[in-house]
Each structure stands twice: as structure tokens, then as C-alpha cells.
């Protein structure tokens, strides 16, 4: 068995059909149906169970996939090497950021890595969708109760969201000093599409949740912050939105007594666990690893 017949079986269980294996792979459906037909009589056991959409590999595929795998990582690491040798750190390094932490915090450390490493190329997408990892993506960053079991994900810490409102908001209004009067309160935060929004509050080991009516949603933390600032009602986001507000006075928060909890209180970086990574995306995860400690 050679290295084309184990990068061609790892090329269809990663794309999960022949179809999209064969686009990736510049062939026809029928040519990839073929070669696996051969690898298989070969191997003289069956490596992948195929249905009219998908294939899925048997325990042998599975095996012999893993072992395609890491061949074909040493493959490419040993190709970098060649290709990088002499030069600085080169090399393309896509991430997905989501929208509010990427824009207020970490545009920040990215334009410092930039700086640091300007021979890395960034592709940088800020975005919250839930599938976060793509052919184009290398590195995500989410805010999430789990992680994913089938990606490698590392802790950057946990996230605080408050309750607040502008100074101005709250001398004409007041702030809600019971959990209970969110449900009554204009309510500024980012939401879910087709589902109730719940906040969920916990204080000395007890549990309450209130089901939230919003008057403001966006999944833009930037928006939100400035229609925070406008005075259009109580904000419940993650505290960096408004840390440097609440520090000038400018916002009040309030309910402190309490954690909240909408999405999930704990940030992560996932990568694929069984993915090349070149060294420019290994510099990048642990120079965003180190600027998510000195957060802590």
C-alpha cells in the first residue's frame, strides 16, 4: 500500500462522501469510487461502509485513516521544513473570532502578533457561527457551556457577564436590584434565532433563571456597547464589553451579588486534533494562549 492509496482514504472519510472527496482531490466520482474499490480489494477487507449521501469508515478504515493521518502530517512537516529553511516564520494562519471578543480584545493581540511576525499571513474572520472549523479555518475562538468532543479545545478562561446601564439610564429609571425585574426591564444583550432567551443566575449555590423579553438583540458586542452607552436600557453582556465604562464611571452595573449565565461562561480555542498544523498556526495558538493568561 502506498502513500497515494492512504491519502486517498483519508481525503474520503475526512470529506464524508466521494463526491466532495473527488472535488478536493480534482478527479472524477467514478475514478475515487474505483481506487477505493482497489485499495480495498487489496487491504482484502472493507475500509469504509458507503451509503447513497455518506461513508463511514469501518474499525479497520478507522485504524488504517489514523495511520494515513499521521503519514501524511509528516509528510507536510517535513515539507515545511524544506521550504521554510533559512526564511523567518512564514505561512497562512486562518482564524474565526467571534465578533464582540475578537473586535474589543482581541484585535489587539493579533495586531501585536502581526507585528511580531510579519511574514505570517492572518485571515481573520469575526463571525459566531457554530461551525467552526472549516477547510479555511485553523483556529477558533468560542464562548460555549461544552466544548465539541471531536476537536482539541483549550481553555482561555472563564467569561463574567454583568447587568448595567449608563449612569444616565439609571438616574432616570433606576436599576433592577432583584433578579425577578429583568423580566420586566429593557433588556440590551445578543440572542439565539428560534429559541426563548433565559438568563441563568446562581448566588450562594442556588439556581434561578428568568426568561428575558429584550428590547435591543444583536450578536455585534460593539453595537451593543453603544447602545448601552445611549441609555436604551440594561445591558446583560460579558464584562469586557463595558469594563473601561464601568472604570470612568460612565456605566453602572448592578446585581453583582449574582453569576449570570446566557451562552455559556467559559471561553475556548479549538483546533482540528488531527490536522497538520504548520508552524506559524502552533506560534499563533500559543501566543494567544499566553495573552488569555495574562488575562486571568
Same mark, same amino acid.
Given at each position: @500500500?502506498?502513500?497515494?492509496? %492512504?491519502?486517498?482514504?483519508?481525503?474520503?472519510?475526512?470529506?464524508?462522501?466521494?463526491?466532495?472527496?473527488?472535488?478536493?482531490?480534482? @478527479?472524477?466520482?467514478?475514478?475515487?469510487?474505483?481506487?477505493?474499490?482497489?485499495?480495498?480489494?487489496?487491504?482484502?477487507?472493507?475500509?469504509?461502509?458507503?451509503?447513497?449521501?455518506?461513508? +463511514?469508515?469501518?474499525?479497520?478504515?478507522?485504524?488504517?485513516?489514523?495511520? /494515513?493521518?499521521?503519514?501524511?502530517? +509528516?509528510? %507536510?512537516?517535513?515539507?515545511?521544513?524544506?521550504?521554510?529553511?533559512? =526564511?523567518?516564520?512564514?505561512?497562512?494562519?486562518?482564524?474565526?473570532?467571534?465578533? /464582540?471578543?475578537?473586535?474589543?480584545?482581541? *484585535?489587539?493581540?493579533?495586531?501585536?502578533?502581526?507585528?511580531?511576525? &510579519?511574514?505570517?499571513?492572518?485571515?481573520? %474572520?469575526?463571525?459566531?457561527?457554530?461551525?467552526?472549523?472549516?477547510?479555511?479555518?485553523?483556529?477558533? #475562538?468560542?464562548?460555549?457551556?461544552?466544548?465539541?468532543?471531536?476537536?482539541?479545545?483549550?481553555?482561555?478562561?472563564?467569561?463574567?457577564?454583568?447587568?448595567?446601564? *449608563?449612569?444616565?439610564?439609571?438616574?432616570?429609571?433606576?436599576?433592577?436590584?432583584?433578579?425577578?425585574?429583568?423580566?420586566?426591564? &429593557?433588556?440590551?444583550?445578543?440572542?439565539?434565532?428560534?429559541?426563548?432567551?433565559?438568563?441563568?443566575?446562581? =448566588?450562594?449555590?442556588?439556581?434561578?433563571?428568568?426568561?428575558?423579553?429584550?428590547?435591543?438583540?444583536? +450578536?455585534?458586542?460593539?453595537?451593543?456597547?453603544?447602545?448601552?452607552?445611549?441609555?436604551?436600557?440594561?445591558? #446583560?453582556? &460579558?464584562?469586557?464589553?463595558?469594563?473601561?465604562?464601568?472604570?470612568?464611571?460612565?456605566? %453602572? *452595573?448592578?446585581?453583582?451579588?449574582?453569576?449570570?449565565?446566557?451562552?455559556?461562561?467559559?471561553?475556548?480555542?479549538?483546533? @482540528? &486534533?488531527?490536522?497538520?498544523? #504548520?508552524?506559524?498556526?502552533?506560534?499563533? #495558538?500559543?501566543?494567544?494562549?499566553?495573552?488569555?493568561?495574562?488575562?486571568?
Amino acid at each position: @500500500m502506498d502513500l497515494g492509496a %492512504l491519502t486517498l482514504l483519508v481525503e474520503i472519510i475526512d470529506a464524508g462522501n466521494l463526491s466532495l472527496a473527488a472535488r478536493k482531490l480534482r @478527479m472524477t466520482r467514478a475514478n475515487v469510487s474505483y481506487h477505493l474499490n482497489q485499495l480495498e480489494k487489496d487491504a482484502g477487507v472493507q475500509l469504509v461502509r458507503r451509503t447513497t449521501r455518506r461513508v +463511514e469508515p469501518t474499525e479497520v478504515g478507522r485504524r488504517l485513516y489514523e495511520h /494515513g493521518r499521521r503519514v501524511q502530517n +509528516e509528510m %507536510l512537516a517535513a515539507r515545511e521544513t524544506i521550504a521554510t529553511f533559512g =526564511q523567518g516564520l512564514q505561512g497562512r494562519v486562518g482564524l474565526s473570532v467571534p465578533s /464582540g471578543f475578537g473586535e474589543l480584545v482581541m *484585535s489587539q493581540w493579533l495586531i501585536e502578533f502581526k507585528r511580531q511576525f &510579519p511574514g505570517i499571513v492572518l485571515d481573520v %474572520l469575526f463571525e459566531n457561527r457554530a461551525d467552526v472549523l472549516r477547510d479555511e479555518v485553523d483556529i477558533a #475562538i468560542r464562548v460555549m457551556a461544552e466544548p465539541p468532543p471531536s476537536l482539541v479545545a483549550r481553555d482561555l478562561g472563564n467569561v463574567r457577564y454583568l447587568a448595567c446601564a *449608563s449612569r444616565a439610564y439609571a438616574e432616570q429609571h433606576g436599576l433592577p436590584t432583584q433578579l425577578a425585574q429583568l423580566a420586566a426591564t &429593557p433588556v440590551i444583550t445578543s440572542g439565539v434565532q428560534g429559541r426563548q432567551l433565559r438568563v441563568r443566575a446562581y =448566588q450562594g449555590g442556588e439556581r434561578e433563571d428568568v426568561i428575558l423579553e429584550p428590547t435591543l438583540i444583536s +450578536e455585534h458586542f460593539p453595537f451593543l456597547r453603544k447602545a448601552i452607552l445611549a441609555g436604551l436600557g440594561v445591558g #446583560i453582556v &460579558p464584562d469586557y464589553v463595558v469594563k473601561d465604562a464601568i472604570a470612568g464611571g460612565e456605566v %453602572l *452595573s448592578t446585581l453583582d451579588d449574582y453569576r449570570l449565565s446566557i451562552f455559556g461562561t467559559s471561553m475556548y480555542l479549538l483546533y @482540528m &486534533p488531527d490536522r497538520h498544523q #504548520i508552524r506559524a498556526v502552533r506560534t499563533c #495558538i500559543e501566543f494567544l494562549l499566553e495573552k488569555a493568561r495574562s488575562l486571568a
